[in-house]
């Protein structure tokens, strides 16, 4: 036996130093007593677990590569789109205001998902809470019954009945309890359920909107192309308009500067003035037209909002301030997309005191519109716009215009004008326009 240890020492130190043992495979005593060598070395698992990563990211980079490529080949096709309509302006002007439609479509069922979610979201809250409350007495009785379960059986038929008693009444409420928490249980899931599906309901939206959205700037840019074919007069006129907003001091001052520089618009205006008796509402299926098909009288109770949320603060209300407001404030989500509602030239573009920017429409007839508290305005001077074309974008958060009425979110500030004075809106609203106020 010492001789078997003493060999075994022996060709394990020869092993160690990296020798062959004596005797290729050594006595069958000597191998007996040698361990086991591990068949797999500790090790031997992270060249597998690193091939398998990469693997991984490789397949990722390959996922990231083919959206990239989608996306892409959709951009490339949408831009071929934007060139064979390009020589249409009539055909590029129903893309814009049919895509401004669908935008503002989604936006809509955006909010109203969002609306569903908020009591969804409540009830879920008030369950939860059911359901601990509910926890806490289960899990008291159970330590009781626990505790009678652990106590010696009685020897005594008194206590036997005594046990038996109070098992009793306590059966009867865990049996409602239990029934209780079943209910809420299954009231829980239907609800998690209605939030998991609303929430899909909004990814969906939301993927449909971005590829909207994109097709909505490619138009928007390839219009401007078209209208920004004098790029001097252009500037031009910015520079003049920049110059009169300097010297107005009041947005009557600014509206009768701007309109004494634009005799053509006004002509136009004039002429559409006559025909408010005789409104041709079949003219505003016409994409192509160059002056409003209607008369902005004549419009009543007809135009959209031109941003979907809800109403802030209304025209005549207090401004907080000692004065009273002179247009409508609508409150909308972040970064919406606004329309024009009316046809109309662009007087004026840019920023304008404490309006920050400012967009003006000469309606025709000696009527003006005016949006205020935009991000980003994307029509130019002098272009003419159609009902529901867009014409701006909402900011991420309150703009300038928001100030007033102390609201978190964006804020559109839309005010009408009659021969530069503010007139009350609300009878150009249609109804299911003016009957979005917030609760």
Same mark, same amino acid.
């Given at each position: 036996?010492?001789?078997?240890?003493?060999?075994?020492?022996?060709? =394990?130190?020869?092993?160690?130093?990296?020798?062959? %043992?004596?005797?290729?495979?050594?006595?069958?005593?000597?191998?007996?007593?040698?361990?086991?060598?591990?068949?797999?070395?500790?090790?031997?698992?992270?060249?597998?677990?690193?091939?398998?990563?990469?693997?991984?990211?490789?397949?990722?980079?390959?996922?990231?590569?083919? @959206?990239?490529?989608?996306?892409?080949? =959709?951009?490339?096709?949408?831009?071929?789109?934007?060139?064979?309509?390009?020589?249409?302006?009539?055909?590029?002007?129903?893309?814009?205001?049919?895509?401004?439609?669908?935008?503002?479509?989604?936006?809509?069922?955006?909010?109203?998902?969002?609306?569903?979610?908020?009591?969804?979201?409540?009830?879920?809250?008030?369950?939860?809470? =059911?359901?601990?409350?509910?926890?806490?007495? &289960?899990?008291?009785?159970?330590?009781?019954?626990?505790?009678?379960?652990?106590?010696?059986?009685?020897?005594?038929?008194?206590?036997?009945?005594?046990?038996?008693?109070?098992?009793?009444?306590?059966?009867?409420?865990?049996?409602?309890?239990?029934?209780?928490?079943?209910?809420?249980?299954?009231?829980?899931?239907?609800?998690?359920?209605?939030?998991?599906?609303?929430?899909?309901?909004?990814?969906?939206?939301?993927?449909?909107?971005?590829?909207?959205?994109?097709?909505?700037?490619?138009?928007?840019?390839?219009?401007?192309? @078209?209208?920004?074919? =004098?790029?001097?007069?252009?500037?031009?006129?910015? &520079?003049?308009?920049?110059?009169?907003?300097?010297?107005?001091?009041?947005?009557?001052?600014?509206?009768?500067?701007?309109?004494?520089?634009?005799?053509?618009?006004?002509?136009?205006?004039?002429?559409?003035?006559?025909?408010?008796?005789? %409104?041709?509402?079949?003219?505003?299926?016409?994409?192509?037209?160059?002056? %409003?098909?209607?008369?902005?009288?004549?419009?009543?109770?007809?135009?959209?909002?031109?941003?979907?949320?809800?109403?802030?603060?209304?025209?005549?209300?207090?401004?907080?301030?000692?004065?009273?407001?002179?247009?409508?404030?609508?409150?909308?989500?972040?970064?919406?997309?606004?329309?024009?509602?009316?046809?109309?030239?662009?007087?004026?573009?840019?920023?304008?005191?404490?309006?920050?920017?400012?967009?003006?429409?000469?309606?025709?007839?000696?009527?003006?519109?005016?949006?205020?508290?935009?991000?980003?305005?994307?029509?130019?001077?002098?272009?003419?716009?159609?009902?529901?074309?867009?014409?701006?974008?909402?900011?991420?958060?309150?703009? &300038?215009?928001?100030?007033?009425? @102390?609201?978190?979110?964006?804020?559109?500030?839309?005010?009408?004008?009659?021969?530069?004075?503010?007139?009350?809106?609300?009878?150009?609203?249609?109804?299911?326009?003016?009957? @979005?106020?917030?609760?």
């Amino acid at each position: 036996m010492v001789l078997a240890l003493g060999a075994a020492a022996s060709a =394990s130190a020869q092993t160690n130093s990296g020798e062959t %043992p004596a005797g290729a495979a050594g006595p069958p005593a000597v191998r007996a007593q040698l361990p086991a060598a591990p068949s797999v070395s500790p090790t031997s698992d992270r060249p597998k677990a690193d091939a398998d990563a990469i693997k991984q990211r490789d397949q990722e980079l390959d996922a990231t590569r083919q @959206k990239e490529r989608e996306s892409a080949e =959709s951009q490339a096709k949408l831009r071929r789109e934007m060139e064979s309509l390009a020589a249409d302006r009539s055909a590029l002007n129903k893309q814009l205001i049919d895509t401004a439609t669908r935008v503002r479509d989604l936006e809509a069922s955006i909010e109203a998902t969002q609306a569903r979610l908020k009591p969804l979201d409540e009830q879920e809250a008030v369950l939860r809470k =059911s359901l601990d409350e509910r926890r806490v007495a &289960v899990v008291e009785i159970l330590a009781v019954l626990q505790r009678v379960g652990h106590q010696p059986q009685p020897e005594d038929a008194l206590q036997a009945v005594r046990t038996a008693i109070t098992l009793g009444g306590m059966v009867p409420g865990m049996r409602a309890e239990a029934d209780a928490l079943a209910g809420d249980l299954a009231d829980l899931t239907k609800i998690r359920k209605g939030i998991i599906g609303e929430h899909e309901r909004i990814a969906r939206d939301l993927d449909v909107l971005g590829r909207d959205q994109l097709r909505l700037n490619l138009l928007i840019d390839e219009r401007q192309k @078209k209208e920004t074919a =004098s790029g001097e007069a252009l500037e031009a006129e910015r &520079v003049r308009a920049a110059d009169l907003a300097r010297q107005a001091d009041s947005l009557k001052s600014l509206i009768a500067k701007l309109e004494s520089g634009l005799p053509a618009a006004n002509r136009a205006a004039r002429t559409v003035e006559e025909d408010a008796t005789r %409104p041709n509402l079949a003219a505003l299926n016409d994409p192509g037209r160059l002056t %409003p098909a209607v008369a902005f009288a004549a419009t009543r109770g007809r135009l959209r909002w031109p941003v979907n949320g809800v109403k802030v603060s209304d025209f005549g209300t207090s401004d907080g301030l000692g004065g009273t407001q002179k247009g409508l404030s609508i409150g909308s989500r972040a970064n919406a997309q606004i329309t024009s509602p009316c046809d109309g030239w662009v007087v004026y573009a840019g920023t304008f005191r404490s309006y920050g920017q400012l967009l003006i429409l000469n309606a025709g007839g000696g009527y003006h519109v005016l949006l205020a508290g935009m991000e980003r305005i994307s029509v130019d001077l002098g272009q003419f716009v159609l009902t529901g074309e867009p014409v701006a974008v909402m900011g991420g958060g309150a703009q &300038v215009s928001a100030a007033a009425t @102390k609201s978190k979110q964006p804020v559109l500030y839309v005010e009408f004008r009659k021969d530069g004075t503010p007139i009350d809106p609300s009878p150009w609203w249609a109804t299911n326009e003016g009957e @979005k106020v917030r609760g």
